[in-house]
């Protein structure tokens, strides 16, 4: 066993990598990986061991053993350099799995052992004995035990808890490497210009990250500007960063909750991979409730249009998932994700592509009723006829109802002085269409009184809109014509001036 483990940490420690040739570093971090979990399963003292590859990786990376990281950077060799981090990383995270391990054992023991004190009360009762007396005593044995044992228990939680939070990355062998991990994911003044040694030292960060809460807290804002910072070819740092914020979310959800819109702001990226990994991710962390549903879902609702069929199917189903829920939050953030898209200026069939979808899910007559009322309000709320225009589509995709159609009318100050446009008129010809064909008969004249009212305030529109057209004309020709005038009378001044100045000359 000795010797198979020996022979698993010089596998972890990579001395047969060369130094000049990138492949064979490539090849090595899942020998790597493999090995370091062999020990773990195998050894009866994996940190020990863990300890050792660290001391001789260090050497082999350093030159020099156990004595400090600094060194200059002809002295380093960046692949020796990604192959440490990788091994550190991995370490910390198995040592993090190790030690909780340790803990539900130990758990599993206590366990066990007041069971069988408590099977050991049990047979004492169906003794001959007084069994009064003896229920008595065994009932206070098994209630003192069973203190002991959750104390007990609530202490070693207590121990696991410090042994992640500050023995692992803080006080051990492994912590001292830290200092050295930021440095170089920071890449202050682009001294680091090998991609495998950025990408090796970033997840190993990562894992550290993963295992102290104070020092993930620390280092998110390093991690975000990484990922905002790094180069566009970089497409596998972007999504190991993305990837491993997603399990951050889930250790620390409190740290990562200030982050998020960053986060969503992934959703924008050039490049298909890393819009897919954003979505995947936020999508297992919404699912799961780990990241609340806000506005900015409306990111993920681009996405229903995206150009890749993988991203516009995991965006529906997404959806598809909400709306089972009983809060329907789809519906709660229809007219925020409809305000923000309008100022996102998508195009206008792809808008309405995605309304559509989203619309489907507003199944309840109330859940119509409400959004009609929420949408008449947008209206006097933005300037931009545009925006008008999306609103009153969306007005299309209600389904009708009595109610509905009285909400509208009763809302008619909203939104009458959009009607001028063409398109915010069409929607509400529309929706009158449809009002016709389905009102009863104790609607019609509702329906005629908004149908009045419409055709009138359209029409009041566009005679405003002439008369102002005029208005504006007959200001531009008053403005040249005074222009004009005004380069007239300085020119006779001009002229003026230099007959002056030729009769005095003439004088003389």
Same mark, same amino acid.
């Given at each position: 066993l000795e010797q198979i483990i020996d022979r698993l940490c010089r596998i972890a420690m990579g001395e047969w990598c060369l130094d000049k040739n990138i492949t064979d570093t490539q090849c090595w971090f899942a020998a790597a990986e493999q090995a370091i979990d062999a020990i773990f399963e195998i050894s009866a003292e994996p940190e020990k061991e863990s300890a050792k590859i660290i001391k001789g990786m260090e050497?082999?990376?350093?030159?020099?053993?156990?004595?400090?990281?600094?060194?200059?950077?002809?002295?380093?060799?960046?692949?020796?350099?990604?192959?440490?981090?990788?091994?550190?990383?991995?370490?910390?995270?198995?040592?993090?799995?190790?030690?909780?391990?340790?803990?539900i054992s130990l758990r599993r023991a206590n366990a066990a052992k007041s069971l069988s004190k408590q099977e050991s009360a049990d047979k004492a009762k169906s003794s001959d004995n007084d069994e009064a007396k003896i229920k008595e005593d065994s009932d206070e044995d098994i209630e003192a035990e069973l203190g002991l044992a959750a104390q007990a228990e609530a202490e070693t939680e207590k121990k696991v808890a410090d042994i992640a939070e500050n023995e692992i990355v803080e006080r051990g062998l492994i912590?001292?490497?830290? *200092?050295?991990?930021?440095?170089?994911?920071?890449?202050?003044?682009?001294?680091?210009? /090998?991609?495998?040694?950025?990408?090796?030292?970033?997840?190993?960060?990562? @894992?550290?990250?993963?295992?102290?809460?104070?020092?993930?807290?620390? =280092?998110?804002? %390093?991690?975000?500007?990484? %990922? /905002?910072?790094?180069?566009?070819?970089?497409?596998?740092? @972007?999504?190991?960063?993305?990837?491993?914020?997603?399990?951050?979310?889930?250790?620390? *959800? =409190?740290?990562?909750? *200030?982050?998020?819109?960053m986060l969503y702001a992934c959703l924008n990226d050039s490049v298909t991979s890393v819009r897919r990994h954003t979505l995947m991710v936020l999508t297992h962390l919404i699912l799961n409730d780990m990241v609340k549903v806000k506005g900015q879902v409306c990111e993920i609702a681009v996405c229903l249009e995206d150009k890749e069929p993988r991203i516009r199917d995991m965006s529906r189903l997404l959806f598809h998932e909400l709306s089972k829920r009983s809060n329907n939050?789809?519906? =709660?953030?229809?007219? &925020?994700?409809?305000?923000?898209?309008?100022?996102?200026?998508?195009?206008?069939? @792809?808008?309405?592509?995605?309304?559509?979808?989203?619309?489907?899910?507003?199944? @309840?007559?109330?859940?119509?009723?409400? %959004?009609?009322?929420?949408?008449?309000?947008?209206? *006097?709320?933005?300037?931009?006829? /545009?925006?008008?225009? &999306?609103?009153?589509?969306? %007005?299309?995709?209600?389904?009708? =109802? &009595?109610?509905?159609?009285k909400n509208l009318n009763d809302h008619f100050n909203c939104y009458k002085d959009s009607l001028f446009d063409d398109d915010v008129f069409k929607s509400f010809t529309s929706i009158l269409s449809k009002a016709k064909k389905l009102a009863r008969s104790e609607m019609k004249e509702v329906i005629e009184e908004w149908e009045t009212r419409l055709k009138q305030e359209n029409s009041n529109g566009l005679e405003n809109m002439t008369a102002e057209a005029k208005s504006k004309a007959a200001k531009a020709k008053a403005k040249a014509r005074k222009a004009r005038k005004g380069r007239e009378n300085?020119? &006779?001044?001009?002229?003026?001036?230099?007959?002056?100045?030729?009769?005095?000359?003439?004088?003389?």
């Open positions: 050497a082999m990376a350093f030159g020099m053993s156990g004595r400090g990281v600094e060194v200059s950077k002809k002295t380093c060799c960046s692949l020796r350099l990604a192959r440490f981090f990788f091994v550190v990383g991995h370490i910390a995270v198995k040592l993090l799995v190790y030690t909780e391990a340790l803990s912590g001292l490497f830290s *200092p050295l991990l930021v440095r170089i994911v920071a890449n202050e003044g682009l001294m680091h210009s /090998s991609s495998i040694l950025m990408q090796s030292a970033t997840l190993a960060l990562c @894992k550290l990250m993963c295992i102290s809460g104070v020092f993930c807290e620390k =280092n998110l804002p %390093l991690l975000f500007r990484a %990922l /905002s910072k790094a180069p566009v070819k970089e497409t596998t740092l @972007k999504s190991n960063i993305i990837i491993a914020l997603g399990d951050l979310a889930f250790r620390f *959800p =409190n740290a990562v909750e *200030p982050y998020t819109p939050p789809i519906y =709660n953030l229809l007219p &925020d994700i409809i305000s923000r898209m309008g100022l996102m200026g998508i195009e206008k069939e @792809k808008f309405r592509n995605i309304m559509s979808f989203l619309f489907s899910f507003v199944k @309840k007559d109330r859940q119509n009723e409400m %959004l009609v009322e929420k949408l008449c309000q947008r209206f *006097p709320t933005t300037e931009s006829i /545009s925006q008008k225009s &999306d609103f009153a589509f969306c %007005l299309t995709q209600l389904k009708l =109802n &009595d109610k509905v159609i300085s020119l &006779d001044d001009t002229c003026e001036r230099g007959y002056e100045r030729d009769c005095k000359t003439d004088c003389t």
